[in-house]
């Protein structure tokens, strides 16, 4: 998928440029097709994709199947030869070409930012409904976070004990401020993300669960439209008993499942050795490969006077929030919240909590060979920027891509897709026309009404256009004409190879792929074989001590 700018940024420069877009006056931005080919991230992986297989089957580790096949798709996507679509003006006989994209989660920021923004638009627009949502971010322990990493079933049921102690405070809230004789407010609602990934492209698996502030009353008749009370906000106490409450949850579940297992083998390392292998470097912040195997991440920064320490700074610390609580490795964050009614800066909440692993303004490289990438936010010891070799991004990467059917979404209670009142309380936002187009119903201001449910049928696929997202996005119309202004219309959809290398040649295109990079690894020192082993704690008890 091509953007301009591509949709490779996170979602803090998406914001951004779409405040720009619409404050600065000027001529409206114009489509241009991205150049995945020139970025820094696609020629470290280039060079690197094959050593690193090769490596890896050395040592008797080969890499997963769908590892694999990521990487192999993501030096595919946005490359004319391998596929595109052909637009064509009517008016003036101009041709467009718009290549294909792979689709794939994880490595590729393109296609990432397009299901960020994706994701982002059919919350705002179907799901999320016209009341206060906050944001809670718990983070896990980390042997939790290594346990989590590819057990898709032990991640649903930590999410799950989460999300019940979640709701029970929202409920306990919620019933403050209601007279004793009026009904208990029960159903409530949720969108959780889960997040793999860092600042520092470290395996962090966390959750954003984006939760309805509030709870619905129950009604006497089952067609009246539930009522909606909101909870005043949450103290230190309050965001505490939470995390409390997830804690103990989280000791049963861990011990049940303890019982029911065989024995304490890692599953993990017997089945895919070097998925554990990575995982474990890449939790512990250390090089898992190489001659500096066992090695710390090389940092820069200010480490005389960290940011914490830094007299008028504005570092976001513990001490400065209100609503965060700790016990023991795990916290909980829940000082982000929006207003009712205030769709757009939901939707970049929205965003920013789908948001890649990685932007390509990030990544920088050094006449020395080094990469070095910048951490959105200072760490509180000064540390700005991570220092890696080149043969390293690959490594830490491949812990980033989340395991095949795993939904990194998920919809909870009044918000879940069986729910009997979602269609009583989603916005009834978006509406196909004839043409299977969709056009805005609502405004960002006006209340949500109850969804027929014969419209949420009809909306079914619900993916949002490649063209309506740029102009949500970016204000960018990729259907216009840069020659007469004239809409482009769909030609033909060009998949096979002979016939793509024609055209790109009679427009004077590169015809061809770049060829596969050679296995030979391109580091100067031998790879140690095997790699040093890692311990690491997979103990179940979390109590702080």
């Avoid at 619905?216 to 067609?223: A, H, V």
Wanted: proline share 10%; net charge positive.
């Amino acid at each position: 998928m091509g953007s301009v700018p591509p949709f490779s940024s996170t979602d803090e420069s998406v914001s951004n440029r779409v405040r720009i877009a619409h404050e600065v006056p000027g001529p409206d931005p114009e489509y241009a097709p991205r150049a995945p080919t020139d970025t820094l991230l696609y020629s470290v992986l280039y060079q690197e994709l094959e050593p690193f297989l090769q490596r890896a089957n050395e040592r008797g580790q080969p890499a997963p199947r769908f590892v694999e096949q990521t990487l192999r798709a993501y030096l595919r996507c946005g490359v004319l030869a391998h596929g595109f679509l052909r637009l064509h003006c009517d008016a003036c006989k101009l041709d467009r070409l718009v290549p294909f994209s792979c689709k794939r989660r994880g490595v590729c920021p393109s296609c990432q930012g397009r299901t960020m923004a994706d994701t982002a638009a059919h919350l705002v627009d179907r799901v999320l409904p016209h009341v206060p949502i906050r944001q809670w971010v718990l983070t896990l322990p980390y042997p939790l976070r290594y346990r989590c990493a590819y057990d898709a079933q032990l991640t649903s049921d930590v999410l799950r004990t989460f999300v019940r102690a979640l709701f029970a405070g929202i409920r306990r809230r919620a019933r403050r401020d209601l007279p004793p004789q009026a009904s208990r407010p029960n159903p409530c609602g949720a969108v959780s993300f889960l997040q793999r990934f860092g600042s520092a492209l470290n395996l962090n698996l966390h959750f954003h669960t984006l939760a309805l502030d509030g709870a619905y009353l129950y009604q006497p008749s089952p067609r009246a439209t539930p009522t909606f009370v909101t909870a005043p906000p949450p103290t230190a106490e309050d965001v505490a008993r939470v995390l409390a409450g997830t804690a103990r949850r989280l000791k049963r579940l861990l011990i049940a499942r303890a019982e029911n297992s065989e024995g304490r083998q890692d599953a993990l390392e017997r089945d895919e050795p070097l998925l554990a292998l990575l995982t474990q470097a890449s939790l512990r912040t250390r090089i898992a490969t190489g001659p500096e195997a066992g090695h710390k991440w090389k940092r820069l920064g200010d480490r005389v006077e960290p940011a914490a320490q830094v007299p008028g700074s504005q570092t976001r610390s513990a001490d400065a929030h209100k609503a965060i609580a700790r016990y023991g490795e795990m916290s909980l964050h829940a000082d982000v919240a929006v207003p009712a009614n205030d769709r757009k800066r939901l939707e970049r909440l929205c965003r920013y909590a789908a948001r890649p692993a990685l932007a390509h303004d990030r990544l920088a490289a050094h006449p020395d060979g080094s990469l070095t990438l910048r951490l959105k936010s200072r760490w509180r010891d000064g540390t700005t920027h991570i220092v890696m070799q080149p043969r390293d991004l690959i490594d830490r990467i491949v812990p980033l891509i989340p395991p095949p059917r795993a939904h990194q979404v998920r919809y909870h209670g009044i918000l879940a897709p069986a729910a009997s009142l979602r269609d009583a309380v989603v916005p009834a936002s978006v509406q196909p026309d004839s043409e299977g187009t969709t056009t805005q119903l609502l405004s960002d201001t006006e209340p949500a009404e109850p969804a027929p449910a014969a419209t949420h049928d009809a909306m079914k696929p619900r993916r949002t256009r490649w063209a309506a997202l740029l102009q949500r996005v970016f204000a960018v119309d990729a259907l216009a004409c840069p020659r007469c202004g004239a809409t482009l219309r769909l030609l033909a959809a060009i998949e096979d190879p002979a016939v793509a290398r024609a055209i790109l040649g009679c427009l004077a295109l590169p015809a061809r792929a770049p060829p596969p990079a050679t296995g030979q690894p391109t580091a100067s020192q031998p790879d140690p074989d095997p790699d040093p082993p890692f311990e690491f704690d997979q103990r179940t008890d979390y109590e702080e001590t």
